[in-house]
């Protein structure tokens, strides 16, 4: 089941391959029609009578990177949307191999009749930040700045439910809590644009056979098969494991998953409602009055809000500790957490980013 044992067909022998072929795109309805349905557009579909068609706004865009799953999802828009679906390729520059999966998402595009956008973006990681990260962060700004200046009603995102899974099992080897665990969600929203994953329930490898049914090209970047990256060793050993162990993993971690995004919503829920109890910032006594475990969900909660910073459980075990000896007037507080400090300032706790900067 793992997607790395399916065949991937060549560009160069597929229609709309790069080259002079792509300057005449065979149509998509001239492809393969009898051949079954594109799992994406059956996904798609599904996520619409799920959430109801008035909960996308027209035109949408589309993350194309060329691989399988933003391919397949590309083609599933076109068909619900012709005519309100635009393509949107980030340029990372991180390998020798981007220039020539912009020839073939161009040589798609072309055959679709979707207008493509190849934004280059600077992908440079700052110190302490993993190349995985920086990447991500520059592509989801570079997305929603394209949407906004381009007036996209949201943009479709084609992570599936082998991502899902890699979510998951990286959140459990790190510790994480409800809101690693709750991995990915099939809808938020990031620098005022609206992103949907409509694929979370679709297997990487059905959407790879139906490509190559269809003899549509896509790409692999070859630095998905780079074990030094641990999402990449748990898709290459975990995943196949998995699958020969419980066949039907994607759908009970999809579940698992769930569940901990509904737990974690209502803890949000709660710590809405004790900050707007305890006040910005949190005044100590009225803290002292909440349950440890509501002190915890407040803190972090104000922390993110206000000054995004994230509390290591030692750091936000020692403040609980420091808020319930803080009994008189003398008592101080000046505790290190996140890239900050917490201090007391009268009857309240003040956040201080940075050395020296307010938060």
């Known amino acids: 089941m793992a997607a790395s044992s399916i065949p991937k067909p060549t560009p160069a022998s597929k229609p709309w391959a790069a080259g002079p072929a792509a300057s005449r795109p065979e149509p998509l309805s001239a492809v393969n029609p009898l051949n079954p349905v594109n799992p994406a557009l059956s996904a798609l579909r599904a996520s619409l009578a799920l959430a109801g068609p008035s909960s996308l706004a027209l035109p949408l865009g589309v993350a194309y990177s060329g691989g399988a799953d933003s391919t397949a999802l590309l083609l599933a828009a076109a068909r619900c949307w012709p005519g309100q679906v635009q393509a949107i390729h980030i340029h990372h520059g991180l390998q020798a191999a981007a220039d020539g999966f912009v020839r073939v998402c161009e040589s798609v595009c072309a055959g679709l009749q979707v207008p493509l956008h190849v934004l280059h973006v600077d992908a440079g990681h700052a110190p302490g930040e993993s190349p995985e990260d920086a990447a991500r962060r520059a592509r989801y700004a570079a997305l929603a700045g ?51 994953r409509p694929l979370l329930q679709t297997p990487a490898a059905s959407l790879r056979e139906w ?5 549509i090209p896509f790409v692999d970047d070859p630095s998905n098969t780079d074990e030094r990256y641990t999402r990449n060793r748990i898709r290459a050993r975990l995943l196949p494991a998995l699958a020969e162990a419980f066949p039907q993993f994607r759908a009970t971690f999809a579940r698992s998953a769930q569940h901990a995004a509904q737990a974690q919503a209502l803890l949000l829920e709660v710590a809405r409602q004790d900050l707007a109890a305890v006040g910005t910032p949190p005044a100590i006594q009225a803290l002292q009055v909440l349950s440890q475990r509501r002190q915890a969900n407040v803190l972090r909660h104000w922390l993110l809000l206000q000054h995004r910073a994230t509390p290591s459980a030692a750091q936000l075990e020692q403040l609980l500790v420091q808020i319930a000896a803080c009994t008189t007037r003398g008592h101080q507080i000046h505790l290190k957490v996140a890239t900050g400090h917490v201090t007391r300032l009268g009857p309240v706790l003040h956040y201080t980013a940075g050395a020296d900067e307010p938060g």
């Open 211 to 215: 490509l190559v049914q269809q003899q």
């Open 146 to 196: 394209a949407a906004k200046q381009r007036g996209l009603g949201g943009v479709l995102l084609g992570q599936h439910a082998d991502d899902q899974v890699e979510t998951l099992l990286l959140a459990l080897s790190r510790g994480a809590g409800l809101p690693g665990l709750a991995s990915m969600p099939a809808q938020f929203e990031r620098e005022g644009v609206v992103f949907y």
